[in-house]
């Protein structure tokens, strides 16, 4: 069954079409805020219009606009065409991209960028085993976090002090990396996943 997969959680908007663990198509820009504009004219452009039996979404975290927009069309397009609908994360796709480009490494974390001058963190060992959860940090307990592990994302330009030799800064989340991702971190019910508290609170009784 061909997978669609929808990747709009930070400045990268990308798409692919997998079947089985091969990939059909991919599309994948770097569009800082332009995610509504691009992720339909994108999914048209894959092979038959990117139709698939399932349908594949990164909940976050990552960009609140992003996220949404990449979670609407999933939804539409798993109820337009009956097809079955799972989330993932951003934070341990970027892990099993950077431990598949380099294959030596045996720990790492992906820092990306989480508003409010916050990044949002999660450490894993080799070949992806979660070892911390999902947290928001400031950038100097980020940086105490980090224990001498590689960092990889997007939110590492805020941490001051990375040796650049032991970082990917570049690193975005990208939709054919879906791929190396184990069933394990695919089935996340297709809702985002902010990582934060909401900054709004409920007015008291």
């Known amino acids: 069954m061909r997978t669609l997969v929808i990747?709009?959680?930070?400045?990268?908007?990308?798409?692919?079409?997998?079947?089985?663990?091969?990939?059909?198509?991919?599309?994948?820009e770097v569009v800082g805020r332009g995610h509504a504009?691009?992720?339909?004219?994108?999914?048209?452009?894959?092979?038959e219009g990117g139709r698939a039996g399932h349908?594949?979404?990164?909940?976050?975290?990552?960009?609140?606009?992003?996220?949404?927009?990449?979670?609407?069309?999933?939804?539409?397009?798993?109820?337009?065409?009956?097809?079955s609908l799972g989330g993932y994360s951003s934070l341990p796709l970027l892990a099993a991209a950077a431990f598949a480009r380099n294959p030596g490494m045996r720990a790492l974390a992906?820092?990306?960028?989480?508003?409010?001058?916050?990044?949002f963190m999660q450490t894993f060992d080799a070949p992806l085993e979660p070892i911390t959860?999902?947290?928001?940090?400031?950038?100097?307990?980020?940086l105490a976090a980090l224990a001498g592990r590689f960092a990889v994302g997007s939110g590492v330009r805020l941490l001051a002090g990375v040796d650049p030799a032991h970082a990917d800064a570049d690193a975005l989340p990208s939709a054919a990396d879906a791929r190396l991702l184990p069933?394990?971190?695919?089935?996340?019910?297709?809702?985002?996943?902010?990582?934060?508290?909401?900054?709004a609170k409920p007015s008291a009784a």
């Open 37 to 47: 504009e691009r992720l339909l004219p994108m999914i048209a452009a894959l092979p």
């Open 133 to 142: 959860a999902l947290v928001s940090l400031r950038p100097e307990p980020a």
């Open 183 to 199: 069933p394990r971190f695919t089935s996340l019910a297709a809702v985002p996943l902010y990582g934060r508290a909401p900054d």
């Open 7 to 28: 990747e709009t959680a930070t400045a990268a908007c990308s798409v692919a079409l997998l079947d089985g663990g091969e990939i059909v198509a991919a599309e994948h």
């Open 55 to 83: 349908i594949l979404v990164d909940c976050g975290p990552g960009s609140f606009t992003g996220v949404r927009v990449g979670i609407a069309a999933a939804r539409a397009l798993a109820l337009g065409w009956g097809a």
């Open 110 to 119: 992906t820092i990306i960028e989480g508003g409010h001058g916050e990044v």
